[in-house]
């Protein structure tokens, strides 16, 4: 008898991955954890952009862990970028929300102030959100800004970032 292996199907080998990055950050080992979210991003980015935008937010999670706010960040407007869903959409913008209130918290807004311009290019093609990155930037650098935005989620962030 012979035993025919095929190779993981791209969606078992996304999940398997999914489970390594959960040990690994359980185990506290954060860099095999990025590691392997950042290969379900690689695999994901096209075929399964529901396993895209999960790991982008997972990884924010582990850059937090880290104390790396502004790599939080730049994952979490990744994920929002890249929604497969206007329900998705919404939900990372409810998560980035959370990171950015974290870090009014800790008083470290200032941290997306700049070096932003990689996220930014990245984002280009959403002009709301392109436009609310930038908004970001400015609350960051303490301005005072007035824009408003079509999504009430983008809006509900602002205030509570400047009320």
């Known amino acids: ?39 379900i991003m690689e695999l994901a980015r096209d075929e399964e952009p529901e396993f895209y935008f999960e790991a ?17 960040v730049k994952c979490a407007v990744r994920g929002v970028y890249r929604a497969p869903s206007e329900d998705l959409y919404r939900l990372g913008i409810k998560r980035l929300g959370d990171i950015l209130f974290i870090m009014k ?10 070096d932003m311009d990689v996220t930014l290019d990245l984002v280009k ?3 709301e959100l392109y436009r609310f990155v930038q908004t970001l930037m400015r609350i960051a650098r303490g301005e005072r ?9 983008f809006n ?3 205030r509570l970032l400047t009320g």
């Open 1 to 39: 008898m012979v035993i025919k292996y095929e190779p993981l199907n791209r969606r078992e080998r996304i999940m398997r991955l999914f489970r390594e990055a959960i040990e690994a950050e359980n185990a506290r080992d954060l860099e095999t954890a990025k590691r392997k979210l950042d290969e």
């Open 56 to 72: 982008c937010f997972r990884l924010a999670d582990v850059f937090l862990q880290e104390d790396n706010c502004r790599g939080a």
């Open 125 to 127: 093609d959403d002009e």
């Open 156 to 158: 509900e962030i602002i």
């Open 105 to 114: 918290e800790e008083n470290r807004l200032g941290e997306i102030s700049k």
């Open 145 to 153: 800004v007035g824009e408003r935005f079509s999504r009430e989620e």
